[in-house]
């Protein structure tokens, strides 16, 4: 595989990462706050009367909020994608933590999809503009529906599952955490 002329060569171990991008970090926390409070509020309406009026402004907030975000994670998607590799012979925990990633990235991916592919009405984007609705067959909504709970499920797994990881390595001496703070790691490398 070649690198881009201009790309800095990876400088760090197999343990380390470089510091992310000020753009990287800002989607990232922006992507946790979304997430944390669509799978929060989505699920923690469910134990609610369909007709109470918290249920409803949540279930009217989340298809809006989450559709809006959709471009924001294109974006972090992107410059995940176009940042520099890891070293061919990292070591199995930052393979892991690699897979990790990707999996979180394309249930992200599938939640988002399946969530606008199954919504039975246009919504209106914060009185700006209507996002149609796109799909129109009962059969292929109800199993939008069902897919779309499944991936939330699994997007919940993942994240607490990430959430896990990171205090491993923050009590094992490895503060991966300040990476996303912004904070100089020992290797000040930079990943786009």
Known sequence: ??????????????????????????????SAVVILWATFSGFGVTFMDRQAPLRQWVESLNPQLTSLFIPFFAWRLWLAIKAPARPVNAGLQARLARLA???????????????????????????????????????????????????????????ALHLLAV??????????????????????QVRS
Not at 167 to 188: C, D, F
Request: hydrophobic share 45%; proline share 7%.
């Open 1 to 30: 595989m070649t690198r881009h002329p201009h790309s800095p060569a990876p400088l760090y171990k197999d343990s380390e990462a470089g510091a992310y991008s000020k753009p990287r970090i800002f989607l990232h926390w922006l």
């Open 101 to 159: 990633h990707v999996t979180i990235y394309a249930t992200v991916t599938g939640v988002l999809v399946t969530g606008v592919l199954m919504m039975n009405h246009p919504v209106e984007m914060l009185d700006l503009f209507e996002l149609p609705q796109l799909v129109h067959s009962r059969s292929a909504l109800a199993q939008l529906h069902q897919e779309h709970h499944v991936m939330c499920a699994l997007l919940g797994a993942l994240v």
């Open 167 to 188: 205090v491993q390595h923050q009590v094992m001496g490895r503060p991966v955490l300040g990476r996303m703070l912004n904070r100089q790691v020992s290797n000040p």
